[in-house]
Structures are given as structure tokens and as C-alpha cells.
């Protein structure tokens, strides 16, 4: 005769949840980070890059790469100016991030807010909503007349404290999705 047993293996549940003040806080402590993955844009281009964005306080830097490494866009942003190196290799200087990017690239994006709005802090933001876990899961924000919008789905919870692993950034006939594989904080 055989016994069987039969029993429920249920895995323990992880409790992400935490207060959007105490969240808040630990993020606005971060002045320095680097996040490594993929953005997908749509628009009046089509494509995708191997994404790599660092912030330093006063200094923003993002770098866009192919899938064999070569560069794309290499742009660094402090208050006061902007640089952008282009795929030929060619350098451009200007004051305003974002401006600077659409000109030369024809790409449209929200350069100076994206410093705050990767990390899930909903700086300057028109509106936002939380999450049941205490985090930001959408924002809004119109920005020359056009009204962005950035929808949260997935958080990395493996970093503390807890930041953005998938979103989607949207405006009328763009849309860019950023994918999160490796966070860095200091």
C-alpha cells in the first residue's frame, strides 16, 4: 500500500506596501544613480536602444547604444548647459535638454523631468496617482503644450528603496517605453 500526502505549498508573500511620505523621502535622498536597460520609442521614428542613464546632483547623463554598442545619442545636462555628441560623432551645445534633442534628433523627449520622474518621484507633475503599494503608478504633466503621460507598471524591489523596473512615457504620437534591468544607487 501506498500513502499519499497531500499538502499545500504555499511560497511566503513579500508586503511591498510603505507610506508615499516615507517612499517620497528615501527617493528625494538619492543625488546619485544609474540605470542600465532599453527604451523602445515610437513615433515618428521607430526604434530601440540599449539605454544608460546616470544623475549626479547638478548633472544628468544619458547615452544610447545599439544593439552592436555603437552610439546613438550621448548627451550630458547641468543646469546651466547641454552637449550632445550625435551618431556621427558630431558635438552640439545648448541650454535646454530636451530642445536640444527634438532639433537634432527629431526625437521627442522630456529630458529635464526625467531626472526625478525615473526614480518614481513625480516632481513638477500635473497630477499623479499612487499605487496600492505606496508608490507612484501614473503622472501627467503638460510640457509646451503637450500633455505627457508616464504609467509605472512594474517596480524593482530588489533595490532599496523599491524604484522603477518597466514604464511607458506617452504624449500624442510618441510613445517610449523604458525597460529597467540594473539599478545603481549611492
Not at 23 to 29: I, N, W, Y
Not at 51 to 58: F, I
Not at 76 to 88: D, W
Request: with cysteine; charged share 20%.
Amino acid at each position: 500500500m501506498f500513502a499519499f500526502l497531500s499538502g499545500c505549498a504555499t511560497s511566503p508573500t513579500t508586503d511591498h506596501k510603505t507610506s508615499w511620505e516615507s517612499h517620497e523621502q528615501a527617493l528625494t535622498k538619492l543625488t546619485h544613480y544609474q540605470a542600465a536597460g532599453k527604451l523602445g520609442y515610437k513615433g515618428s521614428q521607430r526604434f530601440s536602444a540599449n539605454m544608460h542613464w546616470e544623475t549626479r546632483p547638478r548633472e544628468d547623463k544619458l547615452l544610447l547604444t545599439n544593439f552592436l554598442g555603437s552610439t546613438l545619442l550621448k548627451l550630458n545636462a547641468t543646469p546651466s548647459s547641454v552637449t550632445l555628441v550625435n551618431n556621427e560623432g558630431k558635438t552640439f551645445q545648448g541650454r535646454d535638454a530636451g530642445k536640444l534633442v527634438e532639433q537634432l534628433t527629431g526625437l521627442n523627449l522630456p529630458v529635464t523631468q526625467m531626472r526625478d520622474w525615473l526614480i518614481g518621484l513625480p516632481t513638477a507633475a500635473d497630477t499623479y496617482q499612487l499605487n496600492k503599494e505606496g508608490r507612484v503608478s501614473y503622472l501627467a504633466k503638460e510640457i509646451d503644450g503637450k500633455l505627457w503621460q508616464l504609467d509605472y507598471n512594474e517596480y524593482d524591489y530588489s533595490v532599496t528603496p523599491a524604484l522603477p523596473k518597466r514604464l511607458v512615457l506617452s504624449t500624442t504620437g510618441v510613445t517610449i517605453t523604458l525597460v529597467i534591468n540594473n539599478w545603481s544607487t549611492n
